[in-house]
């Protein structure tokens, strides 16, 4: 018999120490039998509820001794019961077969789209006006599935995905030569009108210049948007040049400005059309426009997907959540 290594086990019965062995020894299978065994009341019975012979039980309970070093099980007259050392084993053998199963179940349901997450973040635009709508449809089909949603800038967006603080980012602009590569779908185009008051002298023309309206109060987002890239780059390619008289860094702040006649403004459509259906600003037609982005879905391109992330790359594809958007219900 080997020296048992020192503070490394439980003493059982004959003193020889399991220690890890144990674990390697053991076999949920055979917890399993024994619990049935229990259960049943005896090996013809655990036999016939898990569909197996009588012998392949025994050899599997001797096994279990054999492993252990003590019987686990005796039979006295005709009856089948635990040992004490079957019956220390048999308690956590319980938990260890529920837990086992347990993880069964979960890993069934994540598989089955009954359990698991979607983390996405996106530019201001398409995270307050669009990505809000395609979770809640997406809610629809798959109710238990956790949703989170954040709001970033562009470099605040690329860290939080490299991070894997979220799944999915959605930008308007594409990343090159990231130092992680990503996968790039196209998600959704982004149409971007000239916006006024209803009461603005612009408003109720059939056609105005771009020259014009720049010529007008103008209101316009924040450096590293994109809503004011893709104006400047209008305005820079028609050879316009515009003096902003306000700087602001949030949609709803500036239709908020527009429909109080402070200026006029370029923002995405969809950013617009509640207020555009209320009246409280009207869609100016400036030749050329609308102008036009698209957002794309990103995710790291090694990332291995599971089923929910797929289910939810199937879904954004499939776009019929799109013939829901464009009623906002938000005017921030
Ligand atoms: P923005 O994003 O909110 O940063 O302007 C819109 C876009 O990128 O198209």
Known sequence: MSEPPAGNGTPLGNGTLLGPRFAELVSIHQLRLLIAVVENGGFSRAADALGLSQPAISHQLKALSTAVGMPVIEIIGRRVQLTQAGNLLYVHAQRIVADFEAAGTVLDEFRGLRRGRIRIAGDTTVAIYVLPDLLGDFRQEHPDVELSLGVDNRRGLYDRLVANDVDFIVSGRLWLDTSVPLI?????????????????????????????????????REPGSGTRETTEEALQEAGVSYSPLMELASNGAIKRAVARDLGVSIL?????????????????????????????????????????EEAFLRFVEDGRWKDRLGRPTTTD
Not at 187 to 193: D, Q, T
Not at 280 to 295: D, S, T
Request: glycine letters at 6%; zero cysteines.
């Open 184 to 220: 790039a779908r196209p998600f959704l185009g982004n149409e971007l009108i000239a916006i006024a008051s209803p009461r603005h002298h612009l408003a109720g023309r059939r056609r105005v210049t771009l020259a014009e309206l720049a010529r007008e109060p103008f209101i316009i």
């Open 268 to 308: 995405s459509r969809y950013a617009t059309s509640l207020e555009l259906e209320l009246g409280n600003l009207v869609e100016l037609p400036v030749e050329g426009f609308p102008l036009r982005r698209q957002w794309h879905l990103f995710y790291p391109r090694d990332r291995r997907l599971g089923p929910v």
